[in-house]
């Protein structure tokens, strides 16, 4: 005979084993980025790149995106709190600077203990562009270079038989280029003025910069002069639009897809835009390549931006934070990523048969990279540089100030911001 207690304590054990195990809750990491950055790590031909390590991790991300200049300032903003609740944050190169490096981690540490396979196939530009003194405040994820875009339906009809290749030619083909079509104006040469990068893109092209890496401002030499001189010129016989001086990526995008744009230098992925069978009058017909050689016969450095991820020292999971900073920067990652239009931080992705395939101008990029720049390098006051930098530019354009002396002034209001 069994008791009626040691009966219940069969019953109970078996409920016990019957019963559903409670999974423990997963873990909620915040990153604080961009919209492309989330499209890169997460959708695209190469897929949820973040699935497996969230799967391993049992953790769960929360994306808060922002425009470019909102990312940085919420970034910034978040990681000076006493604590944050940012794990992950996206930083871009001119927004960063020696100042900032107390609010970050060092990577160096994290490095040491949990190395990134291949390391050293990284390059040391990119590296460099959050790198001050010993710090490496951030790591790389995304480069964003420019290339020549063509319309390659303007540049049959209007009797080019290739791309130009040297400034004299680009320079003929935007005056060939800017045409009526169908009862509506193309214009040879469609440009963003919200920032500096692509102007400065023309600047280089005639030997000319705005600020070199070591914090001089060079923009009142004859290079970028001459360079203001020739973009007004352009503007002024109706081969740039007439609002350009206001004209943002967006509108370049919009002048580009509906025809009113022959040419352009922007971001190497801006052709899927371009290309976007739902958006745009010319499916298929827009090429981009390096762009072309400046006044001196060598290639145009053309303008590249590195963002990069930075782990906040007010972050509370900094384990997790390093061990999906190490995830996404792996080569097998980086070449997802790449797949779904990341600019890639390991040159090898460039020659990997699957970023090759769905990337058509993947060659053509990483030549461009030989040679590309920072736009400016990373100080506290280079976004009101930059806006300096477009103020009198737009005198330029509009003939209110004369291309040697608005690059005069530009380059006495922005000397006292540079760091010593």
């Given at each position: 005979m069994v008791s009626r207690r040691a009966l219940l304590r069969m019953s109970g054990a078996a409920a016990g084993l019957a019963a559903p195990r409670i999974a423990r809750a997963a873990e909620k990491l915040v990153i604080i980025g961009h919209a492309v950055h989330r499209t890169a790590a997460t959708s695209g031909p190469g897929g949820d790149v973040t699935e497996g390590w969230r799967r391993a991790n049992n953790v769960e991300i929360e994306w808060l995106t922002f425009g470019v200049e909102a990312t940085n300032e919420r970034a910034l903003k978040e990681a000076n709190l006493a604590q944050g609740n940012a794990?992950?944050?996206?930083?871009?190169?001119?927004?960063?600077?020696?100042?900032?490096?107390?609010?970050?981690?060092?990577?160096?540490?994290?490095?040491?203990?949990?190395?990134?396979?291949?390391?050293?196939?990284?390059?040391?530009?990119?590296?460099?562009?959050?790198?001050?003194?010993?710090?490496?405040?951030?790591?790389?994820?995304?480069?964003?270079?420019?290339?020549?875009?063509?319309?390659?339906?303007?540049?049959?009809?209007?009797?080019?038989?290739?791309?130009?290749?040297?400034?004299?030619?680009?320079?003929?083909?935007?005056?060939?280029?800017?045409?009526?079509?169908?009862?509506?104006?193309?214009?040879?040469?469609?440009?963003?003025?919200?920032?500096?990068?692509?102007?400065i893109d023309w600047v280089r092209a005639y030997g000319g910069d705005f600020i070199t890496p070591d914090y001089k401002v060079v923009v009142d030499q004859p290079g970028a002069v001459r360079a203001m001189a020739a973009i007004r010129d352009l503007?002024?016989?109706?081969?740039?639009?007439?609002?350009?001086?206001?004209?943002?990526?967006?509108?370049?995008?919009?002048?580009?897809?509906?025809?009113?744009?022959?040419?352009?230098?922007?971001?190497?992925?801006?052709?899927?835009n371009y290309n976007d069978a739902k958006a745009s009058k010319f499916p298929g017909q827009f090429d981009v390549l390096p762009l072309p050689t400046g006044i001196d016969g060598k290639p145009i450095p053309a303008k590249t931006s590195v963002w990069a991820m930075a782990i906040p020292r007010n972050a509370r999971r900094k384990e997790l934070s390093w061990s999906l900073l190490?995830?996404?920067?792996?080569?097998?990652?980086?070449?997802?990523?790449?797949?779904?239009?990341?600019?890639?931080?390991?040159?090898?992705?460039?020659?990997?048969?699957?970023?090759?395939?769905?990337?058509?101008?993947?060659?053509?990029?990483?030549?461009?990279?030989?040679?590309?720049?920072?736009?400016?390098?990373?100080?506290?006051?280079?976004?009101?540089?930059?806006?300096?930098?477009?103020?009198?530019?737009?005198?330029?354009?509009?003939?209110?100030?004369?291309?040697?002396?608005?690059?005069?002034?530009?380059?006495?209001?922005?000397?006292?911001?540079?760091?010593?």
């Open positions: 794990d992950l944050v996206f930083l871009l190169d001119r927004y960063t600077g020696p100042q900032f490096t107390a609010l970050f981690e060092d990577l160096v540490p994290w490095m040491a203990r949990d190395p990134i396979p291949d390391f050293a196939e990284f390059p040391h530009g990119m590296l460099a562009a959050h790198r001050f003194g010993a710090i490496q405040a951030a790591m790389p994820f995304r480069h964003a270079t420019h290339g020549l875009h063509v319309n390659r339906t303007f540049l049959a009809e209007r009797g080019i038989a290739t791309p130009p290749r040297t400034l004299d030619d680009t320079m003929a083909a935007i005056e060939k280029l800017s045409f009526t079509r169908d009862g509506g104006r193309v214009y040879g040469l469609v440009i963003n003025m919200d920032d500096p990068s692509t102007p503007f002024r016989r109706n081969l740039m639009p007439r609002n350009v001086v206001n004209m943002k990526t967006e509108d370049v995008i919009t002048f580009m897809q509906q025809g009113r744009g022959a040419m352009t230098n922007q971001p190497f992925n801006r052709t899927f190490r995830h996404l920067s792996l080569p097998e990652s980086t070449v997802l990523e790449a797949m779904n239009g990341n600019g890639p931080v390991r040159p090898s992705a460039y020659a990997d048969p699957r970023v090759m395939k769905v990337v058509p101008y993947a060659a053509a990029e990483a030549e461009a990279l030989k040679s590309a720049r920072l736009v400016v390098p990373g100080f506290a006051n280079a976004a009101k540089a930059m806006d300096m930098f477009i103020e009198e530019m737009g005198a330029v354009l509009l003939g209110t100030k004369e291309p040697q002396a608005a690059m005069a002034d530009l380059a006495g209001r922005v000397r006292p911001l540079l760091p010593a």
